[in-house]
DNA sequence: GGTTTATAGTTGCAAATGCAACAAAAATGA
DNA sequence: TCATTTTTGTTGCATTTGCAACTATAAACC
């Protein structure tokens, strides 16, 4: 079980992938909890929003962007609408589904967000790594991010 | 937000980071539902409890060692024990909690669990990566890891 | 057109997780 | 020795997640 010594360095290199990716969301859990602000997908979603076209997009558009099923999604959406965040908004072309419409509280809360998550990845993440190894890590990581 | 051009490529190698995690784990969770074999943090618990002296530790140890905290440790070894895969045995230095330990069908399961898991690594990261980038990861990672 | 299949989204129910409060034993320290 | 604080673990309750079943619309295929 993981000791054949050829696969030992995979492994290692495997696990502290994981490793490092729980122990730097903590931080930003934690910090987030800490101001009383909601956890890091509404982040995600706000963001994705934040970006598109128009500021509103599909479910299945978001489920795939920030990597959450789509049952996932309708209920962090039920969530966030019920705070004022984002907004469903029948759409035309399709009958089936709404689309997600950010708002401007949700711009606000955005930003507000951003205020303690940034300053997080620069205190746990950047300031640890030199500029090299973030280009490295720039350069790896995305063969490892696609479904 | 996550606009100003200095700390773009922090951000980039930020999301990266944890989108390959999330694609990573999802690809093994999958694998091992399909088997019908139990979750990841199974294995995490059951590989420590292998690797440690006489196969026993304490919860806060584990705990420690799976980054859950300490209430999501009780609950999964209540699951676990449930199973029979490990037991609880009192501990004689510290009557406070009990030793967990490791039963032989604990042992099987793991076994079992890494004959999906192993290759499953293999498939979705190691294929994916040359020796030199894993050597970088490596090399990198443990940076971000500790708490 | 009409039938079949695929896609988008919701919901019920069970399982897991997080948080806070709690209990009990151990360590500290006056 | 006795009171205080820390450590270890459990439990209740609310929130979140996962899975499967379901509805409704759209797309594909005769």
């Known amino acids: ?9 995979t492994v290692r290199a495997w ?22 602000l909601p956890p890091l997908n509404w982040y995600d979603v706000l963001i994705e929003l934040y970006w598109a076209e128009d500021a509103r997009m599909r479910q299945y558009e ?5 990597l959450l099923p789509k049952h996932g999604i309708s209920r962090l959406i039920d969530r ?33 967000m951003w205020r303690v998550y940034g300053p997080c990845i620069d205190a746990t993440f950047s300031s640890k ?14 063969k490892l991010a696609d479904r």
Chains 1, 2 share one sequence.
Do not use: F, W
């Open 1 to 9: 079980m993981e000791k054949q010594a050829k696969n030992r360095d």
């Open 15 to 36: 696990a502290q992938l994981h490793r490092a990716s729980r122990v730097q969301l903590e931080h930003v859990e934690a910090a987030l909890r800490q101001a009383g």
């Open 62 to 66: 978001l489920s795939d962007a920030v």
């Open 80 to 112: 966030m609408e019920a705070d004022g965040v984002v907004l469903r908004e029948s759409c035309e072309t399709d009958r089936r589904g709404a689309c997600i419409c950010l708002t401007q509280p949700g711009e606000d809360l955005l930003r507000k």
């Open 129 to 142: 790594l030199t500029r090299a190894e973030l280009r490295s890590l720039q350069k790896i990581l995305p």
